[in-house]
T-cell receptor, first 110, second 111 residues
């Protein structure tokens, strides 16, 4: 089946640093989504991308839909302690199903 | 975005028993989904809950193990039947189409 590989698996950074994570697939996706999950909560949608090459920002977060439609990246600028959590990419495939990436665990130290 | 609640938020169950998880949305939605998130893992789609018809299950999930009801456009239930420790997971419902919004999840532990 389709798989989304996310990297890195985990990140330990200092407050104020920028963060970059990416998601790659062997298949094409029509939509890319980025979610954040905190302990005891469901995933919360951060950014949605609908067109190849699209670059979208949400505050300190910026995400891009790769031109090949097989990848996406998420950047977080000037990280703060509340950015801690697990970040998941998700792609919508040609059967309109949401396929989730393996997740990137982010830890921010003050 | 829709506000989604789930009950129970967590439960500890004995093997061989069944648990029904409820998902309630504050507005009518066409599409509702159930996901499983095993410990330390990503989310896997179990099924799409269709209003007025049987749920559509993904490969590896069957109706006998995970019966789903969808009596109206704001409510759905997922039952985890004849549980074993391998069923210990977080079960999440979500709504809408591409931009899916998730409930807080039900954390299930099977002893």
């Amino acid at each position: 089946g389709q798989q989304l590989n996310q990297s890195p698996q985990s990140m330990f950074i200092q407050e104020g640093e920028d963060v970059s994570m990416n998601c790659t697939s062997s298949s094409i996706f029509n939509t890319w989504l980025w979610y954040k999950q905190e302990p005891g909560e469901g995933p919360v949608l951060l950014i949605a991308l609908y067109k190849a090459g699209e670059l979208t920002s949400n505050g300190r977060l910026t995400a891009q839909f790769g031109i090949t439609r097989k990848d996406s990246f998420l950047n977080i600028s000037a990280s703060i302690p509340s950015d801690v959590g697990i970040y998941f990419c998700a792609g919508v495939n040609n059967t309109d199903k949401l396929i989730f990436g393996t997740g990137t665990r982010l830890q921010v130290f003050p | 975005s829709a506000v989604i609640s789930q009950k129970p938020s967590r439960d500890i169950c004995q093997r061989g028993t069944s648990l029904t998880i409820q998902c309630q949305v504050d507005s009518q939605v066409t599409m509702m989904f159930w996901y499983r998130q095993q410990p330390g893992q990503s989310l896997t789609l179990i099924a799409t809950a269709n209003q007025g018809s049987e749920a559509t299950y993904e490969s590896g999930f069957v109706i006998d193990k995970f019966p789903i009801s969808r009596p109206n456009l704001t409510f759905s239930t997922l039952t985890v039947s004849n549980m074993s420790p391998e069923d210990s997971s977080i079960y999440l419902c979500s709504v809408s189409g591409y931009e899916q919004f998730f409930g807080p999840g039900t954390r299930l532990t099977v002893l």
